[in-house]
């Protein structure tokens, strides 16, 4: 038996486990902060945040087996609306209540605005579709800067408001009992809290009569219609709930950033986030946090790594090593999709499909 | 200058770059049923490859022509050789996975292509050396240039022989069997791998060409080009009935035409409110509406859903 | 058996039409509740269309279906299923990557009624429904003998334990009518003949039965009443006894 298994059998170890893991995620940005410094704890906000787009578009590709390119743009729009809520462009300074949840019913807005016409289409064709609507978004948020200014254009919002909870910025360090806590920290905790709440949900969805009709439908559409499922409304409602989490992540990225611009919304960003979900595991939670732990760790060590390396090598940096990145990041995408299709950490069913003990 | 007459003009040089490469897309869909995700990347290979020999003799003294013709001699054997490896490795092992692994692996591909061709050339934008004869003739107030009307008729004459290969030849005859039902086809004597690497061949010559045109066209190459070219290229196939020869070339066209009008006139139809930074958004509102209204494409027959 | 019932399915005048082909000429049936009903023909004769019809697939270009004393909405197979007719298809069509528990589950979709609301909060009324769900599709599964196969994926199961699981997933639905599309194609006889059991069993259970099949051993052995399709029409609806003797079926299935 292994250690898994075993923990899922006693209820003590489970116990213990989750206890473990609990004081690990909140010592973590100690640990992190102090070891590795405020670079990487920054790199951990994002990784959190790049969960929560991951586990958004699982639901859409890796349950529903809807391929969309176009998801960054549910993150655009939730960002976007934090930022022209909270920032000095319309002077508006609404609170982080009012505007992550707003953002996260526009982005789902949005969500079945691009999925009701495009329900009929195949899954490729979906794909490109999707790509475009990614696009077009990206194209607006470029150019609403006249005749009317509403998103300023390629230079972006700058000077947005940070996350204020009680009254408490995140921006500036709080004191807390006599102890100082960074204003990293406490984001962390923030996007902590918020990825575990989207963790719990998809967990609550993926076990529900709504996870398996998504499923179902992935499986094998008119047989799911057959079974008096209304594809058309679960659809729109895995597009719409997946964009949603996008909306969120979006929202916290604008006031953790105190800065958005249409670059960080490109194709490369929606692929990013695919690949965490396809590299991780399609449709297996556990898989897809971990694609995107992976996905947002591995390409800054890289980052830190190639440039130094190359220059021990060779005397100097040969390569650009964005592009380097970029590159070997292809390369996973091909060969995970080759030697390992369901991913580094599928679920234990389809797992067991690859090692033909299924009988 | 008449305005009209002149989009119109740019819009079929823009629609025959657009027209050959939507025929890399349709030929490869026709054949195995895939979208080649990573063909627009072929063309920038092909346009970056061209520049770079055309660079390298821009000073040469030889002729203009010869130097753009040397530089496709060298981007097209790449081209294919890329191409014929992109099937290879990315789509060939996958043919009987689900749907969704070779389209990833093709994101795959573009992702590497795009990525080794900046490490390659940079990031910078390389230009055109003025080496081709820009004369410039003028008909009814538009002007075209001459090489506008030689990217135009030679288009036009790898469409013709494309056409003639396919309906003429053995190997057509192959392709066009391969694509009604390639289990038959095989049946029949005919390598069905054979013809699918010839395929994905000959759609990279094509690029090649595609990529030098273009280069040419707008006097410019970079990496990050071939994303959005192919996205266009691939929506005019879709516009004139994926699969279909006929409708890349018709799609290409109409789509050429849609953008550069569109462009000219979307001030004055939307009362200044939308500029003429929106041109791309066409493609993809085009490329919706087609999907959504008439998915089989203007020239395709009743796509039926596979029950 | 037979006659005894009232009408089920008054099917008037159905046509369809692909291209040139005329796939449905005017076919009118009529099933009562609780017979077993055949309806066979000679391949390509129309019957997997009429079924695809019957079950919202296609769209009919003429005539209209009565189920159950309402209209059958056209095109909207989850709306037939919800009206009570469920179906399994010629070549099996399982939730391959689901087990075989979570396929009949699916099928008890369109009997419940939770929403992304009731899974996240999973309150007490969505529990307790979750929790009928399973002992529903358990039982099922007991009751197509495939209960120890509950937790394998479905598509490692059996053919014949596949024909059986996608019986199960139909009955989930609670259907009305059970349209079954050849169950029988590709078993031995022994697996035919449990088969018969079963769709026995199911209409002893308050199910109508519509049957296409291709074992005219099976269908006369089982069904009350048979229809016989050619060329998209029917030229024949009775009795098997009568059914077997009738000379245009006998041209139909020898003539061509």
Known sequence: MSFLDRLRHSRRAALGATLFLGLLLAALPFLVGNGLGNSWLRILDFALLYIMLALGLNIVVGFAGLLDLGYIAFYAVGAYLYALLASPHFGLHLPVWAIIPAGAALAGFFGILLGAPTLRLRGDYLAIVTLGFGEIVRIFLNNLNAPLNITNGPQGISGIDPIRLGGVSLARPMEFLGFTIPSLHGYYYLFLALALLIVFVTIRLEHSRIGRAWVAIREDEIAAKACGINTRNIKLLAFAMGASFGGVAGGLFAGFQAFVSPESFSLMESIMVLCMVVLGGMGHIPGVILGGILLTVLPEIFRHGAGPVQQMLFGKVLLDPEALRMLLFGLALIVVMLYRPAGLWPSPTRRREFRGDAR | MDILLQQIINGLVLGSIYALVALGYTMVYGIMGLINFAHGEVVMIGALVALAVIRLLADSGLPGVVVALVGLGAAAPVCMAVGFTIERVAYRPLRRAPRLAPLITAIGVSIVLQNLAMLIWGRNYHAFPPILPTSQHEVFGATITSLQVAIVLIAALMMGGLMLLVQRTRLGRAMRATAENPAIAQLMGVDINRIISLTFVIGSALAAVAGLMVSANYSIAHYYMGFILGLKAFTAAVLGGIGKLGGAMLGGILLGLIESLGAGYIGDLTGGFLGSHYQDVFAFFVLICVLVFRPSGLVGEKAAERA | ?256
Not at chain 3, 48 to 68: E, I, Q, R, S
Not at chain 3, 145 to 157: E, F, G, M, S
Not at chain 3, 223 to 250: H, M, S, T
């Open chain 3, 1 to 256: 058996m037979s006659g005894g019932g009232e009408l089920l399915l008054d099917a008037r005048r159905v046509a369809k039409q692909f291209g040139g082909v005329q796939a449905l000429r005017d076919v009118s049936l009529s099933i009562r509740a609780g017979e077993i009903y055949g309806l066979i023909g000679p391949n390509g004769a129309g019957k997997t269309t009429f079924f695809n019809v019957l079950t919202g697939l296609y769209t009919p270009d003429g005539g209209d279906l009565v189920f159950a004393g309402r209209e059958l909405q056209a095109s909207a197979p989850h709306k037939a299923a919800a009206q009570g007719i469920a179906r399994t298809f010629q070549n099996i069509r399982l939730f391959a990557n689901m087990t075989a528990l979570e396929n009949v589950m699916v099928g008890r979709h369109v009997r419940t009624r939770a929403g992304v609301l009731g899974a996240v909060l999973r309150d007490r009324r969505t529990r307790a429904e979750e929790a009928a769900i399973r002992r529903r599709a358990e039982e099922l599964l007991h009751y197509v003998h495939i209960a120890d196969r509950a937790d394998d994926l479905a598509k490692h199961l059996s053919y014949g334990d596949q024909r059986r699981l996608e019986i199960a997933r139909a009955l989930a639905t609670e259907p009305k009518l059970l349209a079954l599309d050849e169950p029988a194609a590709g078993m031995n006889a022994t697996e035919t003949g449990e088969l018969r059991v079963l769709i026995e069993g199911i209409r002893r259970d308050g199910v109508t039965v519509l049957l296409i099949e291709h074992d005219v051993k099976l269908v006369m052995g089982l069904c009350d009443r048979v229809a016989v399709l050619d060329y998209g029409a029917k030229i024949c609806e009775d009795v098997p006894a009568v059914v077997q003797k009738d000379p245009r079926v006998i041209e139909a299935y020898l003539g061509a």
